[in-house]
């Protein structure tokens, strides 16, 4: 019987160190694509991919550069896409941030050295500007039952922030019941100042990360879109949800206003996974949400996503776990157990 499925790909912040060895571990048969991917690093005078992931200990500050972390997710979650099991038809794509990029090539509109080529000149061009940062706060408590009033609440605060002369703070991602804002040094700080502690943890910055989503990365959107021309991509063999709840069909996609997109809009503006997922489910109704890996972490997201939409009659944290143990919607391939319901 045939398992209807939306795939999702996660972004930057997914390797970490118990992820070091994934490509080795769970992709040696895939090693032909990822040497293809090593000599087009080694055009590029940059360290292989399949060394990296060999690498005897984990750095943070080494494994979390845009021009490291970027192409070993791209490497892994395209070759976990690659290996779902024959009874799994991929209704439908998508990504959060960086996994743009990957939803592209596993829905066919870039190959798998295309979109290698696009996430490593991205991430590259990132880590080279490193302008600005990002920070992630919830606006939903432990239960992840849906607080539109807190959230407005936060967005007024950042829209305070960011009027204030030299500070610069905007709404990044919306990813389910969390905010991840992005802005200068100044503004991540004010945002710090005047909200609490919550969760022994947020708000939390993330290593490495530049103010993705926001009009401060308008010089790398100019930049890709020299490096990176409109004749890589395709018409798409599956259809994709950008980040606005966009879908992308095969056969009707104009592929310069999809280069123009990934380049731009997707560059520059908020990237709204919360809607890129609630799209999915309505849109195509999935048997199955399949996170690809490497990590797990953003399957909470798309669970948080999927209670605001009340999925499934499922309301809050408890209703979504009581689901996952009769019914599973929610497969990460990051985890060893999940992975194998995936793969068969």
Same mark, same amino acid.
């Given at each position: 019987?045939?398992?209807? @499925?939306?795939?999702?790909? +996660?972004g930057? $912040?997914t390797?970490?160190?118990?992820?070091? =060895?994934? *490509?080795?571990?769970? /992709?040696?048969?895939?090693?032909?694509?990822?040497?293809?991917?090593?000599?087009?690093?080694?055009?590029?005078?940059?360290?292989?991919?399949?060394?990296?992931?060999?690498?005897?200990?984990?750095?943070?500050?080494?494994?979390?550069?845009?021009?490291?972390?970027?192409?070993?997710?791209?490497?892994?979650?395209?070759?976990?896409?690659?290996?779902?099991?024959?009874?799994?038809?991929?209704?439908a794509?998508?990504?959060?941030?960086?996994?743009w990029?990957?939803?592209?090539?596993? @829905?066919?509109a870039?190959? +798998?050295?295309? $979109?290698?080529?696009?996430?490593?000149?991205? =991430?590259? *061009?990132?880590?080279? /500007?490193?302008?600005?940062?990002?920070?992630?706060?919830?606006?939903?408590?432990?239960?992840?039952?849906?607080?539109?009033?807190?959230?407005?609440?936060?967005?007024?605060?950042?829209?305070?922030?960011?009027?204030?002369?030299?500070?610069?703070?905007?709404?990044?991602?919306?990813?389910?019941g969390?905010?991840v804002?992005?802005?200068?040094?100044?503004?991540?700080?004010?945002?710090e100042?005047?909200?609490?502690?919550?969760?022994?943890?947020?708000?939390?910055?993330?290593?490495?990360?530049?103010?993705?989503?926001?009009?401060?990365?308008a010089?790398?959107?100019?930049?890709?879109?020299?490096?990176?021309?409109v004749?890589?991509?395709?018409?798409?063999?599956?259809?994709?949800?950008?980040?606005?709840?966009?879908?992308?069909?095969?056969?009707?996609?104009?592929?310069?206003e999809?280069?123009d997109?990934?380049?731009?809009?997707?560059?520059?503006?908020?990237?709204?996974?919360?809607?890129?997922?609630?799209?999915?489910?309505?849109?195509?109704?999935?048997?199955?949400?399949?996170?690809?890996g490497?990590?797990?972490?953003?399957?909470?997201?798309?669970?948080?996503?999927?209670?605001?939409?009340?999925?499934?009659?499922?309301?809050?944290?408890?209703?979504?776990?009581?689901?996952?143990?009769?019914?599973?919607?929610?497969?990460?391939?990051?985890?060893?157990?999940?992975?194998?319901?995936?793969?068969?």
């Amino acid at each position: 019987m045939t398992r209807t @499925a939306v795939v999702i790909c +996660p972004g930057r $912040g997914t390797y970490n160190k118990p992820e070091l =060895g994934y *490509l080795h571990r769970h /992709h040696a048969d895939r090693m032909d694509m990822l040497r293809r991917f090593d000599a087009l690093r080694a055009e590029a005078g940059q360290e292989r991919v399949t060394d990296l992931d060999a690498a005897g200990r984990f750095s943070v500050s080494k494994f979390s550069r845009g021009d490291v972390a970027s192409p070993l997710i791209y490497a892994a979650s395209l070759s976990d896409a690659l290996d779902l099991a024959d009874d799994i038809e991929v209704v439908a794509v998508t990504g959060n941030s960086m996994g743009w990029y990957i939803a592209l090539a596993v @829905a066919g509109a870039l190959s +798998p050295e295309n $979109g290698f080529r696009v996430v490593n000149t991205m =991430g590259t *061009l990132m880590q080279d /500007h490193l302008i600005g940062g990002q920070l992630v706060y919830p606006f939903t408590d432990e239960t992840w039952k849906n607080d539109p009033v807190r959230k407005a609440e936060l967005l007024a605060d950042v829209a305070r922030i960011n009027a204030i002369d030299g500070h610069d703070l905007a709404l990044s991602i919306d990813l389910g019941g969390m905010l991840v804002l992005a802005g200068n040094e100044v503004g991540l700080k004010a945002f710090e100042t005047s909200q609490p502690v919550v969760q022994n943890q947020f708000p939390m910055r993330l290593a490495n990360h530049a103010a993705f989503h926001t009009p401060l990365q308008a010089p790398v959107a100019a930049e890709g879109r020299l490096r990176l021309g409109v004749e890589l991509f395709s018409q798409p063999t599956r259809p994709l949800i950008d980040g606005r709840g966009k879908v992308w069909w095969p056969g009707a996609t104009d592929t310069h206003e999809l280069w123009d997109y990934t380049l731009g809009h997707q560059v520059t503006e908020v990237y709204d996974f919360t809607r890129s997922v609630q799209t999915a489910a309505r849109e195509f109704a999935p048997d199955l949400f399949i996170v690809t890996g490497p990590g797990s972490t953003l399957s909470g997201a798309v669970a948080q996503s999927l209670v605001q939409a009340n999925w499934h009659g499922m309301k809050d944290k408890a209703a979504f776990q009581e689901r996952q143990d009769t019914q599973p919607v929610l497969l990460a391939m990051g985890r060893e157990d999940q992975m194998a319901l995936a793969t068969g």
